[in-house]
């Protein structure tokens, strides 16, 4: 068929909110996004188990420590619906795996802060999966049928690990001065940088207008976050907290928060690799990988032993 029927047949499907499943022909430029995004979201999840790991062994209780387990096992389940997402679009696992190593690809900015006290579990769950749902709700309608699909699961059980966060917050909140000074050092250092998960402002954003247009991206990330500020400003006082931000305040006219300037330098700063726990972040990924390099053999020999069986039946 020619070029301009294929480009004609795709952007109808757009239109029409069909979605764009992996044999269809796309444009080459609507794969390469998708493989960008998908990824980098793949490795979100990923890299975002470190911080979280760094508390299992210490977590407060035996109940706390098999939630926390298992919010973190959902991770990694994450990143696995997510790398084969982006697998359907014709890159393999190894070659997603080698950009993240070698540093070629992104992950969220907010996996690079240090966990410093058990109340992080708690800023976690509700600032950063609080954050993600917002945008993650959003990509349920990507047009990617295989990334929409997943995003359905993903959103489920992130809104169980919001909640998970915001309880142990709760907790705390009505615990001892020492509890209660705790949770609002936690709410202090997540917040800013939970703001930066949405991305640079719309201006400065180099991929949205196109994203946009294929319907990958439905809301922009000023709008996404405007949506989390004026959520969690709320949410805020019933843990009889408040916000590190002297503008924050209710806009009556506009029917939202206004809220103070965000520290853009310092966000580029992580993006570029050089936040409190970059290095660490990705000599833990690549240790790992690494020393499962025996199971990956294993996998690959057991399945060739498989095959084996089965000719020779
Ligand atoms: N950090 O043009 P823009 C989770 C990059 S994990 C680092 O606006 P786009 C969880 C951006 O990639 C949830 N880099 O980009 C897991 C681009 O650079 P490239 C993670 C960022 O893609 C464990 C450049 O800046 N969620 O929930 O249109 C435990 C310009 O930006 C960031 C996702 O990954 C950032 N924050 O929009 C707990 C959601 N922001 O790629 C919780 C999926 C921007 O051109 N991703 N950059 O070199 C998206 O929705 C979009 O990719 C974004 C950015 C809204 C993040």
Redesign the pocket.
Known sequence: MELKKLEEIFQHKIDNEIKIEPKDWMPEAYRKTNI??IS??AH??VV??L??GNWITRAPSLKRKAILLAK?QD?AG?GLYLYSAAETLGISRDEMIEQLHSGRA??????NYPTLTWADMGA??WL??G??II??VM?CRTSYGPYARGMVRICKE?SF?QRQGFEILYVLSQGTDAQKAMCQDAINRWWWPSL?????TDA?????EQ?MLWKI?RKS?DE?RQQFVDMIAEQVKVLGMTLPDADLKWNETKKHYDFGAINWNE?WN??KGNGPCNKQRLNARIAAHQNGAWVREAAIAYAEKQKNKHKAA
Do not use: C
Request: hydrophobic residues 35%; glycine residues 6%.
């Open positions: 960008r995004q980098q979201h979100s999840e975002g188990m911080p979280e973190i991770e994450h992104k992950y969220s900015s907010i996996f976690i769950g950063v999966d954050a993600a945008n993650q990509l992130e690990h930066m998960m949405f991305g640079p400065e954003s180099s991929n949205s994203s991206k990330n996404l966000f992580v993006v």
